[in-house]
């Protein structure tokens, strides 16, 4: 079936580091790709997505390219703040199913220190 | 927009009480709410999927007298947690389909943390 499997954290950087989070799927026919944030005590929020192949998804900073070759979709920022510190989730969206239903990753857990 | 209200944010009940946790579509209509339960330090996974008008559709190993899932209006999931117990702590999140974003991403309720005591 379907899955996501993302690099396990915690990750602790120092601000303005550059992060790199991993995130590789398996999926049958032409899945979305999603990354999510959740802050402590709160829902997940969207951070960034790409619908197909090659598409980059960005946002404050964050980006993500959807590659199908390698089936990857790794996390980037080049300079991360204290304010980011927070567990990203990779999610893939299995539209093949027409149900839309979302398979998250084990989510990473980020640290900065200041 | 496209906000999604889920309440309490945070519950501490008894064990073999029951309840009962809201999810609110403010600005659209959803048809479609889905469930998930994170255990800590893991990630989502989905319960069940609730459709407005119709029984939900619930996961393999979800036990559905247990948690008993209600999408009776277009704006409004309820999902009751019945003779909660200790094992049932956990971090439960509702989310919605938003009309005409189909693929593109999801609204997230901001989550209830239960806690059986």
């Known amino acids: 079936g379907n899955s996501v499997t993302q690099m396990e954290g915690p990750v602790t950087l120092s601000e303005e580091a550059f992060l790199t989070i991993n995130c590789t799927y398996t999926?049958?026919?032409?899945?979305?790709l999603f990354w999510y944030v959740q802050y402590p005590g709160e829902g997940l929020q969207l951070l960034l997505k790409a619908t197909k192949a090659d598409d980059k998804g960005s946002n404050k900073g964050f980006e993500a390219t959807y590659r199908k070759e390698t089936t990857s979709f790794h996390l980037e920022k080049g300079s991360v703040q204290v304010s980011d510190s927070a567990v990203y989730f990779c999610?893939?969206?299995?539209?093949?199913?027409?149900?839309?239903?979302?398979?998250f990753g084990t989510g990473t857990r980020l640290k900065v220190l200041a | 927009g496209a906000v999604v209200s889920q309440h309490p944010s945070r519950v501490i009940c008894k064990s073999g009480t029951s309840v009962k946790i809201e999810c609110r579509s403010l600005d659209f209509q959803a048809t479609t709410m889905f469930w998930y339960r994170q255990f800590p330090k893991q990630s989502l996974m989905l319960m069940a999927t609730s459709n407005e008008g119709s029984k939900a559709t619930y996961e393999q190993g979800v036990e559905k007298d247990k948690f008993l899932i209600n999408h009776a209006s277009l704006t409004l999931s309820t999902l009751t947690v019945t003779s909660a117990h200790p094992e049932d702590s956990s971090f439960y999140i509702c989310s919605a389909r938003v009309p005409g974003r189909q693929s593109y991403g999801y609204t997230f309720g901001s989550g209830t943390r239960l806690t059986v005591v």
């Open positions: 999926a049958t026919g032409y899945p979305s």
């Open positions: 999610a893939l969206s299995e539209t093949a199913s027409g149900t839309y239903k979302y398979i």
